[in-house]
């Protein structure tokens, strides 16, 4: 294992990012370019030449010479490195391990951490992606096994459908790289959707015991964010969030629910009410609303609009509708640029 710099310690909860494989890498550079707020990062790769373009302060090397794009090989590389995996988790209240599933690294190696995590009694919530219909069979079965495995150990499991990214509004003009990007922001707004209601100062403080309560034992989670358009109704934007072409799913059946608010002084306190109110309502198919929901708020004062982020975890079974937007609703997540052909997040692509 390589601490390239001194490990600093943070105040109150700890929190590691771990990044795995090629994607993992990728998706921890940008979350440590955009400064995630108490948080610390592990990049762990079987590849030498990929972990040197790491950023983060802890890397640990499985082998040399990668995976080959197989996940055996990988699983046995972390298992032979287990006690360097297991120094850089021991201590921490709670990881997010960031993968790529489909590949090699990414779908061996994942599992292997949350087990160690699991053994540790660390909080573990993993966010991974799986892989476009075009990468092949072979890819997303891989992707699919990983992903049994990864639910074994975890205690919530949030993935995120690269070919879903497709179905956003323009698409089909956006360049590959810019669709791995757009992929590394809705991974980066995941974590930071958890992680800050925790360690950043809000309007409405939540604690490390607040966030444990929805995500321990939790399963399988559905993840929806949107960025929120001038002179939006909360109605619409509480709409697109639990409606977007990321969403695999629809919320209902929902148990548990974390809610994420990051916004400037543009948010009253009804609004929140009625945010509060409309994603409990919808995730219990009644008024009544779930017993569960957490609610949380960041205080950004520069910014204009709000982002909204919605984790539902707590369904009693794996069968819940297909998420379907309303008629005419609008299939982007982000704030609309007339002169832009592809929805561009204002939170840099």
Not at 60 to 79: D, Y
Not at 298 to 316: D, K, W
Request: glycine share 10%; charged share 25%.
């Amino acid at each position: 294992m390589n601490e390239e710099n001194e490990v600093y310690e943070t105040k109150g909860t700890k929190i590691r990012i771990i990044g795995v494989g090629g994607a993992g890498g990728n998706a921890i550079n940008d979350m440590i370019d955009s400064k995630i707020v108490g948080v610390e990062y592990v990049a762990i790769n079987t590849d030498e030449q990929d972990l040197r373009k790491s950023n983060a302060k802890i890397k640990i090397s499985l082998g040399h010479l990668g995976a080959g794009a197989n996940p055996e090989v990988a699983r046995l590389a972390a298992e032979d490195n287990a006690q360097d995996i297991r120094k850089a988790i021991k201590g921490q209240d709670m990881i997010f391990i960031t993968a790529g599933m489909g590949g090699g690294t990414g779908t061996g190696t994942a599992p292997v951490v949350a087990k160690i995590a699991k053994e540790e009694g660390i909080l573990t919530v993993a966010i991974v992606t799986k892989p476009f219909k075009f990468e092949g069979k072979k890819r997303n079965l891989n992707a699919e096994k990983g992903l049994d495995e990864l639910k074994k150990y975890v205690d919530t499991l949030i993935v995120i459908p690269n070919q879903k990214l497709l179905e956003l509004d323009g698409a089909k003009n956006l360049g590959f790289q810019q669709h791995l990007k757009a992929s590394n922001v809705i991974l980066r707004y995941g974590v930071k959707g958890i992680a800050e209601l925790i360690t950043k100062e809000g309007t409405i403080n939540l604690d490390f015991s607040d966030v444990k309560s929805v995500m321990e034992n939790s399963g399988v989670a559905l993840f929806g964010f949107v960025e929120s358009n001038e002179g939006e109704s909360v109605e619409d934007i509480v709409e697109r969030t639990i409606t977007n072409p990321l969403l695999e799913k629809d919320i209902k059946g929902a148990t548990k629910i974390l809610v994420n608010v990051t916004s400037g002084d543009n948010v009253t306190m009804e609004d929140v009410i009625k945010m509060q109110e409309l994603i409990s309502q919808k995730a219990s198919g009644s008024d009544s609303g779930v017993d569960n929901l957490i609610f949380g708020t960041i205080y950004e004062p520069e910014r204009q609009n709000m982002i909204l982020s919605v984790i539902a975890t707590g369904f009693e079974d794996n069968e819940s509708e297909e998420v379907k937007p309303e008629e005419g609703q609008s299939d982007s997540l982000f704030t609309t640029d007339e002169n832009q052909d592809f929805i561009v997040p204002s939170f840099n692509i």
